[in-house]
């Protein structure tokens, strides 16, 4: 059996290490983005069994990536969870209607 690859997409650092690590010890690969033209840069050559997005990304944000994503015959039935601080309910929608089959509010441990 081949080990689950995932895609984390942060752009601060310490917070896409950190989960980079917890999963490495879990025993998935890790697939690291500190942008979207980073992430689609690594899509190009690898897909990943699932996503972890940051919403708020410089440049193109979580949630656009992953509206374009779902509309990419390629990505579209990778799972996708939303990493943001925003926690409103009309956030949560939104980052849901655009595709995420699951969304996390930072902080978490």
């Not at 089959?101 to 930072?106: A, F, V």
Request: proline share 4%; with cysteine; aromatic share 6%.
């Amino acid at each position: 059996m081949s080990t689950k690859k995932i895609l984390v997409i942060e752009d601060e650092q310490a917070i896409r290490e950190m989960i980079s690590f917890a999963l490495r010890r879990e025993g998935y690969e890790v697939m690291e983005a500190c942008s979207v033209a980073a992430a689609e840069a690594l899509l190009e050559d690898k897909l990943p069994d699932a996503m972890l997005i940051d919403w708020m990304l410089p440049e193109v944000s979580g949630v656009a990536f992953l509206h374009r994503a779902k509309q990419d015959a390629r990505l579209q039935n990778i799972p996708a969870i939303l990493l943001t601080a925003r926690s409103e309910e009309d956030d949560k929608v939104t980052g849901l209607d655009a595709g995420a089959d699951d969304y996390i509010s930072k902080p978490f441990s």
